[in-house]
């Protein structure tokens, strides 16, 4: 399976977000170490436009045959056109993946026994894509979201079911965390979306759940390696 790690430079939210150091060491580091110990990966490519995310990523053991094009890293670049570049590239030197699976360096706390275990649904499960997911907390569970029409008027989300008046009986309901997202290629390919027909939900564990959108949660999560580092204090234990 194909590994690809996007890594654009003119990151918005946190400058230089994915060679800056967390925890002493470059962000993108923390996904190259997990990805490189899946036990299904066989190639991991960096996607980057930049020359010193590039070094980075090939000093931390990720793949850098080329360089994506500048048209491919703007702030209006959808993802799957990214993954479609790296899907072309390959092809284009002979190389075939039945499947891809795409890491973004943005959640740093993903396992690789995670990125395993999505990649082992996909053919146990015979779909055409998993993605990990969290789930969704009952106040903006889809039955009780609403949207404002252009008359400021309120409308439920899900409009051809009665209300459902207890939090005890909402269904289930997730949300895509960004972490871990694994297609087979023709359905990339075919449907120009890593979400198929046939998708499976991964439930990430709490304690890898962390997506770096800004710098309030880049200082939260060093702050979180910080203490984890610290040895505990005090001679003593209660048991």
């Known amino acids: 399976m194909l590994g690809i790690v996007p890594a654009r430079g003119a990151s918005k939210g946190i400058i230089r977000k994915n060679i800056r150091l967390l925890g002493g060491k470059p962000l993108i580091a923390f ?3 997990v990805a490189l110990n899946s036990a299904y990966l066989s190639r991991i490519l960096l996607s980057t436009d930049d020359p010193e995310i590039a070094q980075i990523g090939k000093a931390t053991g990720l793949d850098v045959p080329f360089v994506r094009p500048a048209e491919l890293a703007l702030d ?3 993802m799957i056109d990214v993954v479609l570049h790296a899907i072309r590239w390959v092809q284009s ?8 699976c795409l890491l ?3 959640s740093p706390l993903r396992s690789a026994q995670t990125i ?9 499960r015979d779909v055409e894509s998993v993605v990990s997911v969290r789930p969704v907390p009952p106040e903006y569970n889809p039955h009780w979201v609403c949207f404002e029409t ?3 008027l309120l409308q439920p989300s899900i409009r051809d079911h009665d209300p459902i008046p207890a939090r005890q009986q909402l269904p289930p309901a997730f949300h895509p965390d960004g972490s871990v997202f694994v297609a087979k290629t023709q359905t990339v390919i075919a ?14 564990p709490e304690q890898e759940a962390f997506d770096l959108d800004n710098e309030e949660q880049w200082e939260s999560l060093e702050r979180r390696l910080k203490s984890a ?3 505990a204090r005090g001679g003593l234990s209660i048991r």
């Open 116 to 124: 395993d275990r999505c990649i082992s649904l996909l053919w146990e």
């Open 150 to 152: 252009p008359d400021g």
């Open 229 to 231: 580092r610290e040895p």
């Open 191 to 204: 449907h120009h979306s890593l979400f198929g027909t046939k998708t499976l939900g991964v439930v990430s």
């Open 93 to 100: 030197h002979g190389e075939e993946y039945d499947a891809i």
């Open 31 to 33: 996904t190259a170490s």
């Open 76 to 78: 209006s670049t959808p």
């Open 104 to 106: 973004q360096p943005t």
